[in-house]
């Protein structure tokens, strides 16, 4: 392309060109540009708007730059037809008050269209095949989503970066007309974190919650690798807290990596900590940061309460086995979430990406509006079904003897795409056990040896409901009944019964050895509906024999199982049975 000196002379020795007018330069069609532009899977974001410092917090504006840098980008008035590189892109958040300061790792590198909203079309050009009966399901809260902002995602082009649910379209707007975004509070120090808990969390009465950790990341990697990032979320901020960032000196400090406020917060019952698949993400918390979560609300109970409790016939689909977050945000927030399956196992322990930030900042504030949503339907309910109680404390789903009334607007049964998305959303070991064992719980075989004494008679009341558990537990498979006798006699055959691997890593492995004819993705299907990965059944199957020396066939194992385990587990975690196969590492 010309530059514009030279641009002028060509113009002024054409003055009558067609194609050519000296304010402009060369005319081409803004449609083509458009087309010729590939657009993003993420909005490109507002770093300006995105950090906060804790000056801006307490007031301080020390040489305008604080309130210079909250304000979002202004979109061009006049056709750009060069590359805008922002200035800020790579200069460090000015602070005083920590002694770590955020470096933006990318800056934006499209043109100056950046600003704080997914790309959305003005209402007039929505695409007339758009919805226009859908409306965005509002709250009592200050933040709701933009209708504007809701009806122009409605018409975008499927899985194109302005379809996507995302927190920065919700708004709050005051008496006289003021606007507030969502904000969102990045933290690298567990001195910003007790701040930002202090200033803008310690209050609420719910927040979203949800982590992020290294993948393969091991339990001797330490809070780091594996509570790499942890997000909270208010109706008006989001906080993420990137641990894997914080500085070694935090370590030596009381309560650890820990802000003392956080702690205090999820250690609190009276305030409700809402997500999806939230109570494997506090055993992460107790295992290595030593916090003992309360008041944990799983997202997933509440779901099918309110989408089944109104149908007689429906009841029998509330149960515990989770929904993945997706499939929630599709059919009550009305708009699809980006799953991200390449960000979600991206590296944690870096300065995050934009988008990391905005894959993460999305996890936690949508479990909080839909925690909103379906709280006010059940309420709506005539009579409102009791709530679902708090998932540490392990009690049934309370499900109303007789059908309920709704005065929500009755949606769209999304069972069978439950089971199609939630299996994207387990991709940890630990979470899937948690999950199995919630979802078995009530029909699992307890494994008692013959030295344990008899244990006192129930009471009335728990006989009857156990009398109710029964009736409603479908007949178990044969072969996973003969599993659990399996994983009997070895807890029989050891000192006071004390076994080392996990109960439903053993239950796999007895399943998939005695059974020639299932593979681990047939034991993934054979152990819950919604299947199991495979490679979780793959860990539960090595896990099993590493920790309680198992024999095994191992030419089965090196072909069913070593054969697609990932490499770095293989010289790893796994090595010691690897070797045992007389297989190499790789």
Not at 396 to 421: C, F, G, H, R, W
């Amino acid at each position: 392309m010309y530059s514009q000196p030279s641009r002028r002379t060509r113009s002024s020795a054409n003055p009558g060109s067609s194609l050519w007018n000296i304010g402009i330069g060369f005319k081409f069609a803004p449609k083509a540009e458009a087309e010729a532009e590939a657009p993003s899977l993420y909005p490109t974001l507002d770093f300006k708007r995105f950090f906060h410092s804790q000056e801006a917090a307490a007031g301080a504006s020390d040489n305008g730059l604080l309130n210079k840098a909250s304000q979002p980008l202004q979109l061009p008035k006049a056709p750009v037809t060069a590359t805008v590189k922002p200035d800020w892109g790579n200069q460090p958040i000015p602070s005083t008050t920590f002694t770590t300061t955020v470096v933006v790792e990318k800056a934006t590198t499209g043109t100056s269209t950046a600003c704080t909203e997914p790309a959305a079309q003005p209402p007039d050009t929505v695409s007339k095949d758009a919805p226009s009966t859908i409306e965005p399901p509002l709250t009592s809260l200050d933040f709701n989503i933009s209708k504007d902002l809701f009806k122009a995602a409605l018409g975008q082009p499927k899985d194109s970066a302005g379809s996507f649910w995302s927190h920065t379209m919700y708004k709050s707007t005051s008496a006289d007309g003021t606007v507030q975004d969502v904000q969102v509070h990045y933290c690298t120090s567990r001195q910003a974190m007790e701040v930002a808990c202090q200033t803008y969390f310690a209050h609420e009465p719910v927040l979203g919650f949800d982590l992020e950790w290294v993948a393969y990341a091991t339990r001797g990697g330490g809070p780091r690798q594996n509570v790499s990032l942890i997000q909270l979320a208010s109706p008006g901020r989001i906080g993420l807290f990137h641990v894997a960032l914080f500085p070694k000196a935090d370590e030596g400090e009381d309560g650890g990596l820990v802000a003392p406020t956080f702690r205090a917060i999820m250690e609190d019952a009276a305030v409700d900590k809402v997500g999806v698949h939230i109570q494997a993400d506090c055993t992460r918390l107790r295992n290595f940061l030593g916090v003992d979560a309360r008041g944990v609300f799983e997202l997933s109970h509440l779901y099918k309460l309110v989408k089944h409790a109104g149908d007689k016939q429906r009841r029998k689909l509330i149960n515990k086995v989770p929904v993945a977050l997706a499939t929630q945000v599709q059919d009550i927030l009305k708009l699809p979430l980006f799953k991200g399956e390449s960000v979600r196992g991206s590296n944690w322990s870096k300065t995050l990406t934009s988008k990391q930030l905005t894959y993460s900042a999305a996890d936690a504030y949508a479990g909080l509006q839909l925690y909103h949503v379906l709280e006010e339907r059940r309420l709506a309910m005539d009579p409102p079904p009791d709530r679902p109680r708090h998932a540490e404390l392990r009690l049934p789903i309370p499900i109303p003897s007789t059908p309920v009334v709704s005065d929500a607007e009755s949606d769209v049964d999304s069972d069978l795409e439950s089971v199609k998305d939630s299996s994207s959303e387990f991709s940890d070991d630990s979470i899937e056990e948690t999950m199995l064992e919630l979802a078995m719980a009530e029909s699992s075989f307890i494994a008692e040896s013959s030295s344990i004494a008899a244990r006192p008679s129930p009471s009335a009341a728990t006989a009857a409901a156990a009398a109710q558990t029964q009736t409603q537990t479908p007949t178990r498979d044969a072969r996973i009944v003969a599993a659990e006798a399996e994983m009997a006699r070895l807890q029989a055959s050891r000192a006071r019964g004390r076994l080392l691997a996990r109960p439903s890593a053993l239950r796999t492995f007895y399943l998939w050895q005695a059974n020639d004819d299932l593979a681990p993705a047939d034991v993934a299907r054979l152990l819950r509906e919604p299947p199991l990965q495979t490679g979780t059944v793959i860990g539960y199957i090595l896990d099993a024999i590493k920790a309680e020396k198992l024999a095994f066939p191992k030419e089965r194992l090196r072909r069913e199982v070593l054969s697609i385990l990932h490499p770095t587990l293989a010289g790893g975690k796994y090595r010691a049975v690897v070797e045992r196969c007389g297989q190499d590492e790789t």
